[in-house]
């Protein structure tokens, strides 16, 4: 259950720099008598005596500084939790780290000295502390421990993908709702700058109706790394590692495709899981690309979105990711604003001369914050606001993520959603 606790602290009532209030502060005012002591002084007609004032003051003071604290178990510390979920979970108000499953101490205390390191996940989840658990561990591994989280009726927050199937999606999403308590994935490139921008502009019509979406994710990293993400078993591989944020942001945009048409490879020498994609989702009109490599080293495409009013054109790469690699604290001054704005294209009647580009400004709403997706589960869990990423979600980008492996490896078209259903 989630306890009480005030923000920027997490042993004390009250902050540590703020002074509990003074018995004496809420005392009447009083004259001073002969012996040199104080003595009441009564209310002026229609005033609220003082001690009344201050009570009323420092209840409002309270309701803004007390919140539900939320005890956080993150299981696994390797590059994702390290990077992402522990320095997110820490900064974000309301959530407390409280542990972490890993059979590396050293280096968990190394980060963070003041946390507890347990060495296996049912130690974790036994005992009524921990309100959330976050699973960051390999992929195979998220269905069984999501499960075994919400057996013991904790909240649960999967890293992408949530699962290896979309099976295990549907019995993780069963067990959510029979132990009733939310069950997430982590969507953070949703609170990308870029994509905040690009939500901004199709919100307010600057490129009319959208005919082309293309969306890029591309790296340069030429050796293949000794790691279970390139290893070849399931889960493993680009597709299920970059796939979940370039679909996930498509859907956003514009619902579920009708169809998707796959091409995965493996491109590196001794590559063992595929390192490239390109999807194409068909929709009524619309046609959506998502393309992500692993031999691209120049600074590449992000977006290129084609309207009936204009086009917007984005490379660069968000630069929430850099900075927490270089350990940088999220919420410090500039936190996730763009060093590389997109630019917006007007289009313009035939024959005329083309418009001038410009660039789409910065604006408060528009910076990438991916604390964003932790305050809302914080407000699920203490509050009954929907989740983040509902788990109807997380099921249905796993089904459109095995659309894709279908579609590669039978080299055709696949129908998703309605009209897989109907087909």
């Given at each position: 259950?989630?306890?009480?606790?005030?923000?920027?602290?997490?042993?004390?009532?009250?902050?540590?720099?703020?002074?509990?209030?003074?018995?004496?502060?809420?005392?009447?005012?009083?004259?001073?008598?002969?012996?040199?002591?104080?003595?009441?002084?009564?209310?002026?007609?229609?005033?609220?005596?003082?001690?009344?004032?201050?009570?009323?003051?420092?209840?409002?003071?309270?309701?803004q500084?007390?919140?539900?604290?939320?005890?956080?178990?993150?299981?696994?510390?390797?590059?994702?939790?390290?990077?992402?979920?522990?320095?997110?979970?820490?900064?974000?108000?309301?959530?407390?780290?409280?542990?972490?499953?890993?059979?590396?101490?050293?280096?968990?205390?190394?980060?963070?000295?003041?946390?507890?390191?347990?060495?296996?996940?049912?130690?974790a989840?036994?005992?009524?502390?921990?309100?959330?658990?976050?699973?960051?561990?390999?992929?195979?591994?998220?269905?069984?421990?999501?499960?075994?989280?919400?057996?013991?009726g904790?909240?649960?927050?999967v890293?992408?993908?949530?699962?290896?199937?979309?099976?295990?999606?549907?019995?993780?999403?069963?067990?959510a709702?029979?132990?009733?308590?939310?069950?997430?994935?982590f969507?953070?490139?949703?609170?990308?700058?870029?994509?905040?921008?690009?939500?901004?502009?199709?919100?307010?019509?600057?490129?009319?109706?959208?005919?082309?979406?293309?969306?890029?994710?591309?790296?340069?990293?030429?050796?293949v790394?000794?790691?279970?993400?390139?290893?070849?078993?399931?889960?493993?591989?680009?597709?299920?590692?970059?796939?979940?944020?370039?679909?996930?942001?498509?859907?956003?945009?514009?619902?579920?495709?009708?169809?998707?048409?796959?091409?995965?490879?493996?491109?590196r020498?001794?590559?063992?899981?595929?390192?490239?994609?390109?999807?194409?989702?068909?929709?009524?009109?619309?046609?959506?690309?998502?393309?992500?490599?692993?031999?691209?080293?120049?600074?590449?495409?992000?977006?290129?979105?084609?309207?009936?009013?204009?086009?917007?054109?984005?490379?660069?790469?968000?630069p929430?990711?850099?900075?927490?690699?270089?350990?940088?604290?999220?919420?410090?001054?500039?936190?996730?604003?763009?060093?590389?704005?997109?630019?917006?294209?007007?289009a313009?009647?035939?024959?005329?001369?083309?418009?001038?580009?410009?660039?789409?400004?910065?604006?408060?709403?528009?910076?990438?914050?991916?604390?964003?997706y932790?305050?809302?589960?914080?407000?699920?869990?203490?509050?009954?606001?929907?989740?983040?990423?509902?788990?109807?979600?997380?099921?249905?980008?796993?089904?459109?993520?095995?659309?894709?492996?279908?579609?590669?490896?039978?080299?055709?078209?696949?129908?998703?959603?309605?009209?897989?259903?109907?087909?």
């Amino acid at each position: 259950m989630a306890r009480s606790r005030v923000a920027g602290s997490t042993t004390s009532s009250w902050p540590a720099s703020t002074s509990r209030p003074r018995s004496s502060l809420a005392g009447p005012r009083c004259d001073r008598a002969e012996t040199g002591r104080r003595r009441p002084r009564p209310p002026r007609a229609g005033a609220w005596p003082r001690n009344r004032l201050v009570a009323t003051a420092a209840a409002a003071i309270t309701e803004q500084l007390v919140e539900p604290l939320v005890n956080v178990a993150l299981v696994g510390y390797g590059f994702v939790g390290k990077v992402f979920h522990a320095p997110l979970i820490r900064h974000t108000p309301g959530l407390r780290l409280h542990c972490v499953v890993s059979s590396d101490a050293a280096k968990v205390h190394a980060d963070h000295p003041d946390v507890r390191v347990v060495a296996d996940a049912e130690t974790a989840f036994a005992g009524p502390a921990i309100d959330l658990v976050v699973i960051a561990a390999p992929n195979a591994l998220h269905a069984p421990l999501a499960i075994a989280a919400l057996r013991q009726g904790k909240h649960v927050v999967v890293d992408k993908p949530f699962t290896v199937t979309a099976e295990e999606a549907r019995r993780v999403a069963d067990h959510a709702r029979s132990a009733g308590r939310i069950a997430s994935v982590f969507q953070n490139r949703r609170w990308d700058a870029d994509f905040l921008a690009l939500r901004h502009l199709l919100a307010d019509g600057s490129l009319g109706e959208v005919a082309e979406f293309h969306s890029h994710f591309d790296r340069h990293r030429p050796a293949v790394a000794p790691r279970w993400r390139e290893s070849g078993e399931p889960g493993s591989g680009l597709w299920y590692d970059l796939g979940p944020h370039l679909l996930d942001q498509a859907v956003q945009l514009f619902g579920m495709p009708d169809a998707v048409f796959a091409d995965l490879a493996r491109q590196r020498q001794g590559a063992l899981a595929d390192d490239y994609f390109h999807v194409l989702l068909r929709y009524r009109r619309l046609r959506v690309v998502l393309h992500a490599g692993t031999l691209v080293a120049a600074n590449g495409l992000r977006f290129a979105v084609h309207g009936s009013r204009g086009s917007f054109i984005k490379h660069g790469l968000d630069p929430q990711e850099a900075a927490l690699r270089s350990g940088s604290k999220p919420g410090q001054a500039g936190w996730g604003r763009d060093p590389q704005p997109g630019w917006l294209h007007p289009a313009t009647a035939a024959g005329a001369s083309p418009a001038p580009a410009t660039p789409v400004p910065a604006m408060a709403e528009t910076d990438g914050d991916y604390r964003r997706y932790y305050q809302a589960m914080h407000a699920a869990i203490t509050a009954g606001r929907p989740p983040p990423v509902g788990i109807d979600e997380a099921v249905q980008l796993m089904e459109l993520l095995e659309a894709g492996l279908r579609s590669a490896a039978q080299g055709r078209e696949v129908a998703c959603g309605a009209a897989a259903a109907t087909g």
